[in-house]
């Protein structure tokens, strides 16, 4: 994974002769741009212009062009301008690798990433580019997250921290992560599989503790640690306190869960936060025996999100509890009905990919023209 990352800086002093010739003026920019002209362009504005010619470039062409900069950074006397040149560069790659996993492409997702950090962490960084570095970090996490580079994503957040300790976001991001790998659960396996763990009362296996055995130490507790730090560090961080609320309910605290849970449901202005934490509450009181509290829960998730498959079902379940079965079957044929919208459960276990464009937008904003 790190071939890359290191090649690029260690080019050396020679990547400069390996300078692409002059321009005609005729070739399109992603044939003939060296990173300085990407640089320019997206300090200027133009983007999207130097993303697409970079997502063009090969593996090996984007180690030769960040020994381009490399080399022409150390003949620059003002540090600040090496240090925009530099987040320029790092915005390209990391808009490159969110391109390239809009199309499903992932061979250039964690180099390019882990190559990004490390042309931040070249020189120290003033106030400017120490903002610029907290976005990137919780980007670069929250985009490994998403598509389960897990292993990549822990130890990219897991660095961040070194430099942010008190970052509140960055804690909540890395313990969603670990989150997602300590409650895996996949289908039973043969028995004797070494991948068998563990097994529930309900056919699953659980791998509890490790990704593949790539993360021995994620577990829910290791979660909840995070969580709780994020909110030692900003108490109003609704995010931290759904996810502890969630993780505690995992861990069977189910009343400190359902008093974490109905304060976002409460506070938060979000309604994906909203909507996860009564649907997560409504669990919570079924587990108490409230099973009439669980139904009103999961109504006003409904009311909230009226085509919402995971609290319809939740609804319809606890409505058969209550003996309603017309109801139940009501909400149980809401829930099968073709067309049904994004349900903010399901991206739940993988992060914050809601977030994806406003970062993009205020890594952007960062960069100095």
């Known amino acids: 994974m790190h ?12 990547a400069g002769d390996a300078r692409a010739a002059p321009s005609t003026g005729r070739a399109p920019l992603e044939e003939r741009a060296p990173i300085e002209e990407l640089v320019r362009e997206y300090r200027s504005g133009f983007h999207e212009r130097a993303v697409a010619a970079a997502t063009s470039w090969s593996a090996e062409r984007v180690t030769l062009e960040i020994g381009r900069l490399i080399v022409e950074d150390a003949s620059l006397e003002n540090g600040e301008e090496r240090e925009a040149r530099r987040l320029a560069a790092a915005a390209i790659l990391t808009e490159s690798a969110l ?5 499903g492409d992932l061979r250039l997702l964690a180099p390019g990433l882990w190559t990004a950090s490390l ?8 106030p400017r580019g120490r903002s610029f570095a907290r976005c990137f970090y919780l980007l ?15 130890r990219l957040l897991a660095k961040a921290l070194e430099y942010f300790p008190d970052d509140p976001e960055l804690h909540t991001a ?4 670990i989150q997602t790998v300590a409650s895996l659960r996949t289908y039973a396996l043969p028995p004797g599989s070494p991948e068998v763990i563990a097994s529930n009362s309900h056919g699953y296996s659980s791998e509890r503790g490790g990704y593949g055995g790539v993360l021995p130490d994620a577990t829910l507790t290791a979660a909840e640690a995070h969580y709780e730090q994020a909110l ?9 306190r759904l996810r502890l609320g969630h993780v505690r309910l995992l861990n069977g605290r189910t009343e400190e869960a359902l008093r974490d849970l109905e304060r976002v449901a409460t506070e938060s202005s979000q309604p994906r ?4 934490a009564r649907l997560f509450a409504g669990y919570a009181r079924q587990r108490l025996g409230d099973v009439a509290g669980a139904v009103a829960a999961y109504r006003a998730c409904v009311a909230q999100g009226p085509r919402a498959q995971t609290a319809l079902l939740a609804l319809g379940r606890s409505l058969q509890q209550l003996g309603d079965k017309p109801g139940a079957q009501e909400a149980f044929a809401s829930a099968s009905a073709p067309g049904a919208p994004f349900d903010p459960w399901w991206s739940y276990g993988a992060g914050q990919p809601e977030r994806f464009d406003a970062l993009v937008v205020q890594l952007r904003g960062l960069v100095v023209q």
């Open 99 to 103: 391109s390239r996993l809009r199309d």
């Open 174 to 177: 890395l313990g969603s992560m």
């Open 119 to 126: 042309l931040l962490e070249r020189e120290p960084l003033g």
């Open 140 to 154: 670069a996490g929250l985009a490994l997250h998403w598509h389960l580079e897990i292993a990549d994503g822990c």
């Open 3 to 14: 071939s890359l990352v290191l090649l690029a800086l260690a080019v050396g002093a020679g």
């Open 232 to 240: 030692v560090f900003d108490p109003g961080f609704h995010e931290a």
């Open 273 to 276: 936060q909203r909507y996860l």
